[in-house]
């Protein structure tokens, strides 16, 4: 079946600096990758949406300056949190489109820590 | 805006007993459901998934419902397992790509 593989599944960092977040679609090609947040007993609240070869759409209130999207190959998208605050911390979660199945197929998820 | 809603924060059940996660959404052009199963620490997991055009589908153990008219989603889960202790999620999409998920139950199976 559909894979995507998130690195890493977890991550310390201090205050200021900037962590990156990959994901890779293992068997098939991702067109488009979806970035979700999740807070603790919260729901997914999706950050932006990215097509490959072309700029995310961030939602409604996501700094795009701060969460930075790449998108570059149909297998790799990656996720970077510039100059990261303990309010950043969160569960970071990727999910692609673009296989026949089920549509949608999830990255076990990022869970990043600011101190 | 449009949201997707659980009625239910937390849900209890005996082992071997049925559950019924229930969900309601707004948005009247949504045509794609999805109920997801998400364990601590992990992604969300598919299980079973309808569209606009069903009101009934069947899978393993589980059975989601689809009522168009009053906006309603369900889940039921047959002989619930304590492996079936998670946080549940319907999501949907309407008319585009982009899911859309709702708050989450948090299902509890008792020994």
């Known amino acids: 079946g559909a894979v995507v593989s998130q690195h890493p599944s977890w991550v310390i960092c201090k205050s200021g600096t900037s962590v990156k977040i990959e994901c890779r679609s293992l068997d098939f090609q991702a067109t488009t990758m979806f970035w979700y947040r999740q807070f603790p007993k919260q729901s997914l609240m999706l950050m932006a949406t990215?097509?490959?070869?072309?700029?995310?759409?961030?939602e409604q209130g996501v700094e795009k300056d701060k969460f930075l999207i790449n998108h570059a190959s149909l297998t790799l998208s990656t996720l970077t949190v510039t100059s990261a605050h303990p309010e950043d911390s969160s569960f970071y979660i990727c999910?692609?489109?673009?296989?026949?199945?089920?549509?949608?197929?999830f990255g076990s998820g990022t869970r990043l820590t600011v101190v | 805006g449009e949201s997707v809603g659980l009625h239910l924060p937390t849900l209890s059940v005996q082992e071997g007993d049925n559950s019924i996660i229930n969900c309601a959404y707004s948005?009247?052009?949504?045509?794609?459901f999805i109920w997801y199963k998400q364990e601590s620490g992990k992604g969300p997991q598919f299980i079973i998934d309808?569209?606009?055009?069903?009101d009934k589908r069947q899978g393993q153990r589980v059975t989601v419902l689809l009522n168009k008219t009053v906006k309603h989603l369900s889940l039921q889960i047959a002989a619930t397992q304590p492996g079936d202790s998670a946080v549940y999620f319907c999501?949907?999409?309407?008319?585009?790509?982009?899911?859309?998920f709702g708050t989450g139950t948090q299902l509890k199976v008792e020994l």
């Open positions: 999910s692609s489109s673009g296989h026949s199945n089920y549509g949608y197929t």
């Open positions: 999501a949907e999409t309407g008319g585009g790509n982009k899911l859309t």
């Open positions: 309808i569209r606009s055009n069903m």
């Open positions: 990215s097509n490959e070869g072309s700029k995310a759409t961030y």
């Open positions: 948005n009247s052009a949504s045509d794609y």
